[in-house]
């Protein structure tokens, strides 16, 4: 009797701590699904408010400064690296270390990272100050003058950069949203008076000023309190871990890039402005994927570490990869048809890049479908893998653009050169990310082909039926409106047959209908 009366607290108290986990979990999921679809909102709302900042200042500065804007933003984006990776080390050190309730060092890791960002980015810029007042008599104005404010930017960038992934290391992702929207609205501001004012100095210098602004925002706001001082043991560490992801995402920035190197090497800034339009739409489209693999990854790393193998994570590659294929093919292609109208309405400037950007825009399909293969190599700690690959598709897009070039097909080879690139880049990763997942040959290369048959199909449908309206004479927004008409009877047996394979139709509307019926107002 008196053991049984003693073990009834502990009994309580048992059941009292298992219910308060119970609650924290679902308050963290909870945290979670908030927190993802504030920023997947955010994003969304930067992303179109930035396009049209990139309309707007294409069109005041036509195709030939628009392609030297460009190719002075392509040499940015490169010295940005000259951090070493220390953001991408802080992205998984301070989570970990927190989690191990080691404040101390995670306040090191942050004086540390913080001050061997300004040291080395310092210096980097520092180098590229020196070559353009080396080569200020052998360069134009107009180039020197974009380089010095280029190291500027650079600078400041990855200042940016740094408070970026430490906040977000601190998972305050309700802040990033407000940061995410008002760094778009301040650059409608400064970019668009500063080039009506000053053309394209103004446009650099305005973004000089939006991230010195957005700086003083990070410091007033997120209250880090950090300090300059380096210890090197952590140090080491950190650029043990970021080097190698340094690296990969040099490649794949030169995967991205390499396009515009060749374009201003062997033809000219006009036709790099043209390609612009390209490139800016590439940079829309590619959103959608990039946010839905985002999103899945830490389920995906949350399923390894809870069944402590990577095989009975397969539903969370599958299922997404089919996903993603099915309703990017239908928004690939919706913004390929409207491509023509829309630069022809809004940027007529730019109309000689049309094809290209169809062709560009297209190839992003294999770009997106490839996002989740990517982290699940990145996941299952294969770096080293992915560098590799990334390197055989650098040198074939490489090779691809110089024997379009020879043959003479410009901006059009170009475009044409880099969709295989994305296409041959996708296929290795899905390859090998499905073969570490231990799926058979057939498998591997059924689910792969399953995942191009919607964009094929569909454009297959498309081409057929633009040669039968343009012999009845439609054109301009009339074929347009044809055409989007086509493709919404095209779209229903791929929605249905989607839906068939994941539910995913379906599980949207009942949640929405869930939603409305909890949410009145709504």
């Given at each position: 009797m008196l053991y049984a009366e003693s073990y009834k607290p502990k009994l309580f108290k048992s059941l009292r701590l298992k219910l308060h986990g119970w609650e924290e979990l679902m308050k963290e999921k909870q945290r979670i699904l908030r927190d993802g679809l504030l920023y997947s909102i955010s994003t969304y709302i930067s992303t179109?408010?930035?396009?049209?900042?990139?309309?707007?200042?294409?069109?005041?500065?036509?195709?030939?400064?628009?392609?030297?804007?460009?190719?002075?933003?392509?040499?940015?984006?490169?010295?940005?690296?000259?951090?070493?990776?220390?953001?991408?080390?802080?992205?998984?050190?301070?989570?970990?270390?927190?989690?191990?309730?080691?404040?101390?060092?995670?306040?090191?890791?942050?004086?540390?990272?913080?001050?061997?960002?300004?040291?080395?980015?310092?210096?980097?810029?520092?180098?590229?100050?020196?070559?353009?007042?080396?080569?200020?008599?052998?360069?134009s104005r107009m180039m020197y003058m974009g380089l010095m404010l280029v190291a500027v930017i650079s600078f400041v960038s990855n200042i940016i950069n740094y408070y970026f992934a430490l906040v977000r290391a601190d998972r305050n992702f309700v802040f990033l949203c407000k940061y995410n929207i008002l760094y778009a609205l301040l650059a409608?501001?400064?970019?668009?008076?500063?080039?009506?004012?000053?053309?394209?100095?103004?446009?650099?210098?305005?973004?000089?000023?939006?991230?010195?602004?957005?700086?003083?925002?990070?410091?007033?706001?997120?209250k880090h309190n950090l300090k300059l001082e380096i210890n090197p043991k952590i140090l080491k560490s950190l650029l043990k871990l970021g080097l190698p992801l340094l690296m990969l995402g040099f490649i794949?920035?030169?995967?991205?890039?390499?396009?515009?190197?060749?374009?201003?090497?062997?033809?000219?800034?006009?036709?790099?402005?043209?390609?612009?339009?390209?490139t800016m739409v590439h940079s829309f489209v590619i959103v959608f994927p990039g946010l839905l693999s985002s999103t899945l990854f830490p389920s995906f790393l949350q399923k390894i570490g809870r069944d402590g193998t990577h095989l009975k994570a397969r539903s969370h590659v599958i299922k997404p990869n089919i996903i993603i294929a099915y309703i990017y093919a239908i928004i690939i292609i919706f913004v390929a048809l409207l491509m023509p109208i829309f630069v022809k309405y809004v940027m007529p400037k730019f109309t000689q890049?049309?094809?290209?950007?169809?062709?560009?825009?297209?190839?992003?399909?294999?770009?997106?479908?490839?996002?989740?293969?990517?982290?699940?190599?990145?996941?299952?700690?294969k770096i080293g893998r992915l560098i590799i690959f990334g390197a055989i598709v650098l040198v074939l897009a490489f090779l691809l653009d110089m024997v379009f070039i020879k043959l003479g097909m410009g901006i059009i080879g170009i475009a044409l050169a880099s969709a295989i690139s994305f296409f041959v880049y996708s296929f290795i990763l899905m390859f090998d990310a499905l073969r570490l997942m231990?799926?058979?040959?057939?498998?591997?290369?059924?689910?792969?082909?399953?995942?191009?048959?919607?964009?094929?199909?569909?454009?297959?449908?498309?081409?057929?039926?633009?040669?039968?309206?343009?012999?009845?004479?439609?054109?301009?927004?009339?074929?347009?409106?044809?055409?989007?008409?086509?493709l919404a009877i095209a779209s229903v047996p791929i929605l249905y047959v989607l839906n068939k394979k994941t539910s995913v139709v379906r599980m949207t509307y009942d949640l929405l209908i869930k939603y409305k019926h909890k949410n009145r107002w709504f």
């Amino acid at each position: 009797m008196l053991y049984a009366e003693s073990y009834k607290p502990k009994l309580f108290k048992s059941l009292r701590l298992k219910l308060h986990g119970w609650e924290e979990l679902m308050k963290e999921k909870q945290r979670i699904l908030r927190d993802g679809l504030l920023y997947s909102i955010s994003t969304y709302i930067s992303t179109i408010v930035n396009f049209f900042t990139s309309i707007v200042t294409k069109n005041l500065l036509g195709p030939t400064l628009a392609g030297t804007f460009n190719f002075f933003m392509l040499i940015r984006s490169y010295t940005e690296f000259g951090e070493l990776g220390i953001r991408y080390s802080i992205n998984r050190e301070i989570p970990l270390n927190k989690g191990m309730s080691d404040f101390k060092k995670v306040q090191d890791i942050k004086n540390t990272s913080y001050t061997a960002t300004l040291l080395f980015s310092g210096i980097i810029n520092s180098i590229v100050l020196l070559v353009a007042i080396i080569f200020r008599n052998q360069l134009s104005r107009m180039m020197y003058m974009g380089l010095m404010l280029v190291a500027v930017i650079s600078f400041v960038s990855n200042i940016i950069n740094y408070y970026f992934a430490l906040v977000r290391a601190d998972r305050n992702f309700v802040f990033l949203c407000k940061y995410n929207i008002l760094y778009a609205l301040l650059a409608v501001v400064f970019k668009i008076s500063l080039v009506y004012w000053l053309g394209i100095y103004g446009l650099l210098i305005g973004i000089i000023i939006l991230h010195v602004v957005m700086i003083f925002y990070f410091v007033k706001r997120t209250k880090h309190n950090l300090k300059l001082e380096i210890n090197p043991k952590i140090l080491k560490s950190l650029l043990k871990l970021g080097l190698p992801l340094l690296m990969l995402g040099f490649i794949s920035l030169s995967i991205l890039g390499i396009d515009k190197y060749i374009i201003t090497i062997f033809l000219d800034f006009t036709e790099l402005g043209h390609y612009s339009i390209a490139t800016m739409v590439h940079s829309f489209v590619i959103v959608f994927p990039g946010l839905l693999s985002s999103t899945l990854f830490p389920s995906f790393l949350q399923k390894i570490g809870r069944d402590g193998t990577h095989l009975k994570a397969r539903s969370h590659v599958i299922k997404p990869n089919i996903i993603i294929a099915y309703i990017y093919a239908i928004i690939i292609i919706f913004v390929a048809l409207l491509m023509p109208i829309f630069v022809k309405y809004v940027m007529p400037k730019f109309t000689q890049g049309i094809l290209a950007a169809q062709i560009l825009v297209i190839g992003t399909f294999f770009m997106g479908i490839k996002n989740i293969s990517g982290q699940v190599l990145v996941g299952l700690n294969k770096i080293g893998r992915l560098i590799i690959f990334g390197a055989i598709v650098l040198v074939l897009a490489f090779l691809l653009d110089m024997v379009f070039i020879k043959l003479g097909m410009g901006i059009i080879g170009i475009a044409l050169a880099s969709a295989i690139s994305f296409f041959v880049y996708s296929f290795i990763l899905m390859f090998d990310a499905l073969r570490l997942m231990e799926f058979d040959f057939f498998s591997r290369m059924k689910h792969i082909l399953s995942l191009y048959v919607p964009l094929i199909l569909i454009l297959a449908v498309m081409l057929m039926c633009n040669r039968i309206l343009s012999l009845f004479g439609f054109e301009g927004i009339g074929l347009f409106l044809f055409q989007v008409f086509i493709l919404a009877i095209a779209s229903v047996p791929i929605l249905y047959v989607l839906n068939k394979k994941t539910s995913v139709v379906r599980m949207t509307y009942d949640l929405l209908i869930k939603y409305k019926h909890k949410n009145r107002w709504f």
